[in-house]
């Protein structure tokens, strides 16, 4: 049987016992998937590229402590949040105060243009998708996180449960409060 085809768990034993390119294939396998998820943390191209090769690194440093019990995928996807929130609890926010001349002139707040009436046009014309990804945008992480992966990646509510590692009832009640906004949200 060819690497591609074994289960994620076959491909964590054969690199334990010395298959090196058993891991590339675990890497080859959810660098999309990780990325993705890191970007919704972070919404920063450079910053998503950055923080999901340190997932990689630190799933190869630990994979020989890797508990088999476990879904490789999960504890994958555990690493990759736990690793894009220390990421942001690192981040400093950039001030406005920090563009304002000696005399206190705010360069960079006064040049911004008002896009207050273009954004009501382009609002206007998105199509279901695009209103729906906007909306999603605008709640917060973790109800995002959690409505993401149930629906675009198809997790279970344990699935999402063992990625994040939070209680199963926790995940369920960020579900439901999750879609309530978003019902709100596109009603508006």
């Given at each position: 049987?060819?690497?591609?085809?074994?289960?994620?768990?076959?491909?964590?034993?054969?690199?334990?016992n010395?298959?090196?390119?058993?891991?590339?294939?675990?890497?080859?396998?959810?660098?999309?998937?990780?990325?993705?998820?890191?970007h919704?943390?972070?919404e920063?191209d450079?910053?998503?590229?950055?923080?999901t090769?340190?997932?990689?690194?630190?799933?190869?440093?630990?994979?020989?402590?890797?508990?088999e019990?476990?879904?490789?995928?999960?504890?994958?996807?555990?690493?990759?949040?736990?690793?894009?929130?220390?990421?942001?609890?690192?981040?400093?926010?950039?001030?406005?105060s920090?563009?304002?001349?000696?005399?206190?002139?705010?360069?960079?707040?006064?040049?911004?243009?008002?896009?207050?009436?273009?954004?009501?046009?382009?609002?206007?014309?998105?199509?279901?998708?695009?209103?729906?990804?906007?909306?999603?945008?605008?709640?917060?992480?973790?109800?995002?996180?959690?409505?993401?992966?149930?629906y675009?990646?198809?997790?279970?509510?344990?699935?999402?449960s063992?990625?994040?590692g939070?209680?199963?009832?926790?995940?369920?009640?960020?579900?439901?409060?999750?879609?309530?906004?978003?019902?709100?949200?596109l009603?508006?």
């Amino acid at each position: 049987m060819e690497r591609n085809e074994l289960a994620d768990e076959q491909l964590v034993v054969r690199y334990r016992n010395g298959d090196e390119p058993a891991f590339r294939v675990l890497v080859e396998r959810y660098l999309a998937p990780v990325y993705n998820f890191v970007h919704r943390y972070i919404e920063n191209d450079g910053d998503a590229s950055d923080i999901t090769q340190d997932v990689f690194v630190a799933t190869w440093k630990n994979l020989r402590r890797f508990d088999e019990d476990r879904q490789f995928k999960t504890w994958l996807f555990a690493i990759a949040k736990n690793t894009a929130l220390n990421w942001l609890k690192r981040k400093k926010p950039l001030l406005f105060s920090q563009f304002e001349t000696a005399e206190g002139d705010g360069g960079l707040a006064e040049s911004v243009a008002d896009t207050t009436q273009a954004s009501e046009t382009l609002a206007s014309r998105l199509d279901a998708k695009h209103r729906l990804t906007s909306v999603l945008g605008s709640l917060g992480v973790m109800y995002r996180t959690v409505i993401e992966m149930r629906y675009a990646k198809g997790y279970t509510f344990k699935e999402i449960s063992d990625s994040l590692g939070e209680p199963l009832h926790t995940v369920k009640s960020r579900h439901r409060r999750g879609l309530q906004a978003l019902k709100r949200l596109l009603s508006d």
